[in-house]
């Protein structure tokens, strides 16, 4: 079983910038491909980000290219989302998620382990 913890969430005003992260425990964390989901209150649940046990390979939503960067760092069990430029429409709980294959993937079904989720709130 893998726990994931977020963290990094908070209120920001339109333009700024965040950075979430999410812990995982176990020592499995190298080996699982890690995404990013956020979800709107009334709105289904979307994909953001995600990227490959090495790092090497990441993926974005339309809506988030050029504005958000993912990475990780293994030896500290973490997965970052830094967000900038910042928008009203950011406004979500973000989630993360660990896919056990190792390949990122865009759907969040495809998903083993998933967070509670840290509130991020763009004030426009």
């Known amino acids: 079983q893998v726990q994931l913890v977020e963290s990094g969430g908070g209120v920001v005003q339109a333009g700024g910038s965040l950075r979430l992260s999410c812990v995982a425990s176990g020592r499995a964390f190298s080996k699982y491909a890690m995404g990013w989901f956020r979800q709107a209150p009334g709105k289904e649940r979307e994909f953001v980000s995600s990227?490959?046990?090495?790092?090497?390979?990441?993926y974005y939503a339309d809506s988030v290219k050029g504005r958000f960067t993912i990475s990780r760092d293994n030896a500290k069990n973490t997965v970052y989302l830094q967000m900038n430029s910042l928008k009203a429409e950011d406004t979500a709980l973000y989630s993360c998620a660990a896919e056990t294959s190792g390949w990122a993937k865009i759907t969040g079904s495809e998903y083993d382990y998933w967070g509670q989720g840290t509130q991020v709130t763009v004030s426009s």
């Open positions: 990227i490959n046990w090495a790092g090497s390979s990441t």
